[in-house]
């Protein structure tokens, strides 16, 4: 069984300030994670995804993660939030043969100028 | 063009009626999936299609069917529409030769269910 958690459901931070989202995942098996963002009235796009092959993953628009496996943690950074950043943002995982994809609840991000 | 077209894109409709979304990719993947997305709940899986003759239940089916057409073609329908299917749904794809396959979605499809 898999699971994912995102620690809060909205985050506000100033324009310029660090940007960071919490992810923790359940995995009975190593997993790859996933950060997708959900721009207002569009789909998910995939920011960046954790493959085993290094544990620092560098994505789109300035974001990377972290995995840290002794935390079971993939937490999202970004060093300075731009207005254009204001999204929901979703963790997910996703191990074993099926590969299927669960996904965290979301967290809002708001960018106050 | 968009890789991954849903149609419609919004749709009302009222409850006991039969309605079909429509899942369109261009990029030549073997896997498509159907998700619904509630408010404080991410992103719920209803059914996954490794290829046209393997299609699979997931986490929330009741209510729902599939039909994976072709390669390139997976909708999903409702037989008798409820109050309760209101959602935004979600279509996605993935490559099994990427890993890990990484899934694509598509725009999305609003649907209201008076």
């Known amino acids: 069984a898999q699971s994912v958690t995102q620690l809060g459901s909205h985050v506000s931070v100033s324009e310029g300030a660090l940007v960071l989202l919490r992810c923790n995942y359940s995995?009975?098996?190593?997993?790859?994670l996933f950060w997708y963002v959900q721009y207002p009235n569009q789909g998910l796009q995939l920011l960046l995804k954790?493959?085993?092959?290094?544990?620092l993953v560098k994505g789109i628009n300035g974001f990377e993660a972290e995995f840290k496996k002794s935390e079971t943690s993939f937490h999202l950074t970004k060093p300075s939030a731009h207005m254009s950043d204001a999204a929901e943002y979703f963790c997910?995982?996703?191990?074993?043969?099926?590969?299927?994809?669960?996904f965290g609840s979301g967290t809002q991000l708001t960018v106050l100028p | 063009d968009a890789d991954v077209t849903q149609t419609p894109r919004n749709r009302i409709t009222k409850t006991g009626k039969r309605i079909m979304l429509e899942c369109s990719q261009t990029?030549?993947?073997?896997?498509m999936y159907w998700y619904r997305q509630d408010p404080g709940l991410g992103l719920r899986l209803i059914y996954y299609?490794?290829?046209?003759?393997?299609?699979n239940k997931g986490e929330i089916s009741d209510g729902y069917s599939v039909s994976r057409q072709a390669q390139a073609k997976f909708s999903l329908s409702l037989e008798s529409a409820i109050p309760n299917q209101t959602a935004l749904y979600f279509c996605?794809?993935?490559?099994?030769?990427?890993?890990?396959?990484?899934?694509?979605f598509g725009p999305g499809t609003r649907l209201t269910v008076l």
């Open positions: 996605a794809t993935s490559d099994t030769r990427e890993t890990p396959d990484t899934q694509y």
């Open positions: 995995s009975s098996v190593p997993p790859y």
């Open positions: 954790y493959t085993s092959a290094a544990t």
């Open positions: 997910a995982v996703s191990s074993g043969s099926a590969r299927q994809l669960t």
């Open positions: 990029k030549g993947h073997d896997r």
């Open positions: 299609s490794f290829d046209v003759k393997d299609i």
